[in-house]
């Protein structure tokens, strides 16, 4: 059999419960309930962290976020935070003739100091293993709010050069903030963050002036990252390749397209879902027209869980009504407890994969390791960092899967779970992230859940169970003490 190519579509923000084959009717997913019927979906698929940067550089490294200390939610001018010797799943893949690209976002930093965005970028995606790169910087809440082909921004003009700035009072007087025009905006914000610069009539966050011919329009951004994907696909159908393609849905600010917008009756949120499950139909539907529906292994997963309101008014709260994003999970983005970090996740490969549900314990951070063997790549266990082999597991051919596993909360308030036991020792902080509704987790005593008979964690039996949070936390340290595996020492 033929080297599989793979593809890892990654939605941010999107809840457990967010998908129709996860339980959900309040939005139509039929892509990807579809997608589920064909293939494993996954009930223990964790993101390594419940905010995006840092399970984003997980997902590319294979390490756990909290051995970095800059990874962390990065403004939209951060130096690039994968250290250049790195491993990466896609420099590991070009070991094996893979030809890969990222394309969406990206929100793992760029350059290495202050960024010069009329010039050429070092390092980009290309500096850590990718041979295509067509990102927005950062996310679609911050700017700069372009494009960045390779090491370009697109479509810039020389005679109006861009200029970032972040941290402290805009620079730029002369252009519109949400603070001080909100008679410009088309959506109000919703915090003290998301109204800096107006670009397309929305506050973002940092300011910036110039690069006006390269701004992105909001309600194209989904076509564009679709046909950029496509055509990769189609000029590497004839060799092995990795695409990571990188949804901006559901994050802040839901703009949809003209196509999509309210076609729910869940707000610019059930519209901008209903537009991402669309994206994987025409995902699966090109791989067949291609030729090649057989040949590659698609997941489809997400960042981080769900929030309702992060910046921005837009009903999502007012119309979710008995939908619940996070499912059966307590706590959702930001928050310790499992609705930060478990996640939807379903592998489809015709051919390859038998369909079913799959309860294998995994972390993304598994995919530099599992596509790795798939690929016929040998990695010494000293490069492959938390990563680890769990390629049977996910083709569904071994049920059981990891022992444990990590994930942080927002920071580097880290959790562990073993079995069924879920470990979230005393952390400082509020217990409650007050602007975004959701719980965070923080408790300064222990908390012990039994996920296999309180998936909502309710019970906190730590006091019941003395012995097992002796040894989760013992574990949890041992963890913590372990020697950063080589290759990311630089990081």
């Known amino acids: 059999m033929k080297k599989p190519n793979f593809i890892i579509i990654y939605a941010d923000d999107l809840g457990f419960g967010d998908l129709g084959c996860y339980g959900a009717s309040g939005i139509p997913t039929p892509n990807l309930d579809k997608m589920a019927q064909e ?54 893949l070009k070991e094996a003739g893979y030809r890969s690209a990222v394309i ?35 996310t679609n809440d911050r700017v700069p709010c372009v494009y960045v082909d390779g090491r370009t921004v697109e479509n810039l003009d020389p005679s109006d050069p861009l200029e970032v700035y972040y941290g402290g009072e805009n620079p730029f007087p002369e252009v519109p903030t949400g603070k001080d025009n909100p008679e410009l905006l088309r959506m109000s914000h919703s915090d003290a963050q998301h109204y800096d610069t107006i670009v397309n009539g929305v506050g973002r966050i940092g300011f910036c002036r110039g690069g006006k011919a390269a701004e992105w329009d909001d309600e194209t951004m989904t076509d564009i990252f679709l046909e950029r994907s496509k055509d990769f696909i189609t000029r590497n159908r004839d060799n092995p390749f990795f695409l990571y393609y990188a949804l901006h849905q559901p994050h802040v600010p839901r703009i949809p397209s003209p196509r999509f917008a309210g076609s729910t009756e869940k707000g610019p949120r059930g519209d901008v879902i209903a537009e991402l499950d669309w994206c994987v139909g025409e995902v699966l539907a090109h791989l067949k027209a291609e030729g090649i529906d057989e040949d590659t292994i698609v997941v489809f997963s997400s960042d981080n869980g769900p929030v309702i309101d992060d910046g921005y008014l837009d009903q999502a709260g007012e119309l979710c009504g008995d939908h619940k994003p996070a499912g059966p999970l307590r706590g959702g983005k930001y928050s310790l407890f499992d609705g930060g970090t478990r996640v939807p996740m379903i592998l489809r490969a015709p051919g390859r994969v038998a369909p079913g549900e799959n309860s294998a314990l995994i972390s993304h951070a598994d995919f530099l390791a599992s596509f790795a063997t798939m690929a016929g790549v040998t990695i010494p266990r000293s490069e492959t960092a938390d990563s680890l082999d769990m390629s049977a597991q996910l083709q569904g051919l071994e049920p059981v899967g990891r022992d444990n596993l990590v994930t942080e909360g927002f920071g580097t308030k880290t959790v562990v779970r073993q079995g069924n036991w879920v470990y979230i020792p005393p952390h400082e902080g509020p217990p409650m992230m007050e602007s975004k509704g959701i719980e965070t987790g923080n408790l300064m005593s222990p908390q012990l859940y039994d996920l296999g008979t309180d998936i909502g964690q309710r019970a906190n039996v730590a006091e019941k169970h003395p012995d097992i949070v002796a040894a989760l936390d013992a574990l949890l340290e041992e963890i913590h003490g372990e020697t950063i595996p080589d290759g990311h020492r630089n990081a």
């Open 39 to 92: 293939g494993q979906r996954f009930n223990n698929a964790y993101a390594t962290a419940a905010t995006c940067t840092p399970s984003r550089y997980s997902l590319l490294t294979g390490c756990y976020p909290w051995r970095n200390p800059r990874a962390k939610i990065l403004q939209g001018d951060a130096p690039m935070i994968i250290g250049k010797d790195e491993r990466t799943l896609p420099g590991t």
């Open 104 to 138: 969406g976002k990206w929100h793992i930093g760029l350059g290495d100091g202050k960024i010069n965005w009329n010039g050429e970028i070092h390092p980009t995606p290309l500096d850590v293993g990718f041979d295509e790169s067509y990102i927005m910087a950062a």
